[in-house]
């Protein structure tokens, strides 16, 4: 009997993941033997995990919160966007060495084009929140030569920092910072908002921005995928603004996932009809 090829999510704390639905609908449509499980683990089991992981008895994982930077420490390898990026979301065992990638970012453009059918090509792009996701998609917006990036955060060092990082990294990009309370000038000539950072999350969450600033013009993203529309995408819809939500990035990142560990094209729509299936589920 043929055994069953290991992957998963490495975080903590993992609540309702949608990654086991997504990853198990793949792998039994493609008829390969394989399971997508969830790894728990605290800070102080991450040695063990990473050397089990060497060992070949799990093929690869996803990481999440808290560990897509903490990672890189026990990887052999990374790819060019994981380098660029800092940080990994993705890891294939391979011969004992272990690869690290990030998919983040371009599960991001590819739903901005395939679920939006936006090309961030020339736009302006207002961020808000210059976290780990922030810039994931901030550094892939900059190689698809946005025109104009302009990021904003609750500590603007951190948003300074990521500025400096792009700058130095990637030719040609005009990206800049901006004050909350200047925001609005800046979001008045933008073409795109996104929300990177997690208000919006929590029921009783405020709003991440003044919904006074927003216009029909912007397409309103927010990362977030659960709630799937939050307040923030609910004021952009009232007033006629185009939205796109964080399910398309997330299911886009695992599809990525997907095929650097099966070399297997991915069988997206599956994947998106099992994601649906398992947020109706998670919503009841
Ligand atoms: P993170 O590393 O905590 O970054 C969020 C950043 O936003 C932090 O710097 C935070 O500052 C800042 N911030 C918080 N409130 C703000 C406000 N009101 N205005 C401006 N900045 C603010 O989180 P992350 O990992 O980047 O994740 C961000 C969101 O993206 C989460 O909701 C996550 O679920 C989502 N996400 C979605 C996907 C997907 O596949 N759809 C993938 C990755 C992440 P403090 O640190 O001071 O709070």
Redesign the pocket.
Known sequence: MVSKKIFGLLGYPIKHSFSPAIHNAAFKALGIKAEYRLFEKKPKELTDFFKKLRSGSIRGVNV??PY?EEALRYLDELSQEAELIGAV?TILGKSESLIGYNT?GL??IL?LRKEAGIDPQDKKIVI?????????ISVHLAREKAANIIL????PD??EKLVSHIRKNISRVKVSTVK?EELNSGVRTADILI???????KPDD?L??DPRILHPRLLVC?????PPKTKLLTEAEKIGAKTL??????????ALAFTIWTGREAPIEIMARALEKELKTQAN
């Open positions: 999440t919160i897509k979301n983040d599960g991001f739903s808000i929140g210059a976290g780990g996701a922030s810039r994931a904003s955060d609750i500590i951190k948003a909350k929300n990177a950072t997690p208000v919006g999350m405020p991440p921005i927010d990362l977030i995928y659960n939500n964080g399910l398309g990035m997330l299911l886009h990142q695992g």
